[in-house]
DNA sequence: TTATTCACAGAACAAACGTTCGTTATCACT
DNA sequence: AGTGATAACGAACGTTTGTTCTGTGAATAA
């Protein structure tokens, strides 16, 4: 069945945050008296009417005439004690990172996610992930192929792993970030075969530090 | 409220799996109808006694007279694509990784759990984690106070990372390991400063291999 | 201006649903 | 053998629940 735009109205999207928190809360799905109490809507009909239109959309799976029956489908949602964050793209790519701020974080517009621990994100926002695509950070144990895991965040400490977007050269890369002492900044590779490199405070965005990786072996 | 004993009776621990199944499987809970019908029981009565006893026992929580109102509790289950694989201790910790074999698996009696990719972990049984001491994988990219994710795995190929318990020293290390041109075995470490260590293949026993490493950085 | 589609509204219906009730069977203990 | 607790059983009840029906109003397209 070809599916529709996968623009909602407020409404719509007042519904979906409802049936997730609902979720998460409580451990199965409102029923659709629930969605109309817990989302102003004056009757079954109207829940029932969008609820559909969410399920064309791709966002639920409806089971009909069975109580509860609302699915959230696996694209388009965080389950319980479960973090998803997005894989955005390759670092070192040539093209900036689309780091998307907090007013228009959409999870679920990423391809692909990844599960990640509650220990490694508990507490912080503004999480993604990216996959490392070459050898300048070996010597920090960081593979090509790896995950790392990013929070957003446009200052770091010096000695931080950041990915760094270099607006001249327009190339995002992944480096220890560290001032200069005549003002400039210096990128680190952490691989002894190849030289930091020296750029203008003006000419780097910072995009976001390393707070974990996560690596498979095939 | 006092809690019970957690023994359950075959019937119960089959209602419990059956909850599990089917939440994963749907999205949301069976009913008790639903149960009647899964666990071959002749009345909703006798499946809500039981489930009264899987309340009191902490394994669930139930919401009076609500359709679906069984909530699996956070302490009994891994929820719907979401691996949680359990930390069972550290390597090179000087005794035995107590891995449990498939028909004694139990997820829950770990204190320590932790979330994983699927991507890591698709298609693969007998998962679970450690935490590494020491820097004798250093060369490997994995180093001290990582997370590796082992499969269970009593033979591995030359090569290979594995989890290594040795009898006669009475302790576990996590190693490459091969077989030595003269029947032995060798235990290489991947650390530049540190030699192999030749053992009889009698004093070893594989307790797993490597798939996976999960790192944090604070 | 008119027609069509979308969104909404409330009532009613029938099936699903969990609980209650009265009962029987089994088990452990004295 | 008797007793009490546990486990099971089936029927019935009242509430929960999703869907359908009929209608209205707003927005959009012709």
Chains 1, 2 share one sequence.
Not at 75 to 101: C, E, F, H, M, T
């Amino acid at each position: 069945m070809k599916r529709q735009s996968k623009a909602l109205s407020t409404k719509q999207k007042k519904i979906f945050e409802f049936i997730r928190d609902f979720l998460r809360e409580r451990g199965y799905p409102p029923t659709v008296r629930d969605i109309v109490h817990g989302c102003g809507i004056s009757s079954t009909s109207v829940a029932s009417y969008n609820l559909n239109i969410l399920k064309n959309k791709g966002y639920i799976r409806r089971s009909p005439d069975i109580s509860r029956g609302i699915e959230l489908l696996d694209s388009s949602v965080a389950l319980r004690n479960k973090v998803q964050v997005p894989v955005i793209g390759q670092i070192a790519a040539g093209k900036p990172i689309p780091v998307p701020d907090s007013d228009t974080w959409d999870v679920t517009a990423s391809a692909e996610t990844i599960e990640v621990p509650q220990s490694l994100t508990r507490g912080k926002e503004g999480i993604y992930a990216l996959k490392v695509k070459g050898l300048s950070m070996i010597d920090a144990l960081i593979n090509d192929g790896d995950i790392v895991l990013m929070q957003q965040m446009s200052v770091v400490e010096n000695g931080e792993m950041a990915a760094i977007w270099l607006k001249s050269e327009k190339e995002a890369t992944l480096k220890k970030f560290y001032y200069d002492k005549r003002g400039r900044v210096r990128l680190q590779p952490a691989n002894s075969q190849m030289k930091p490199i020296y750029v203008n405070p003006e000419n780097v965005e910072i995009q976001g530090k390393v707070i974990g990786v996560i690596r498979g072996l095939t």
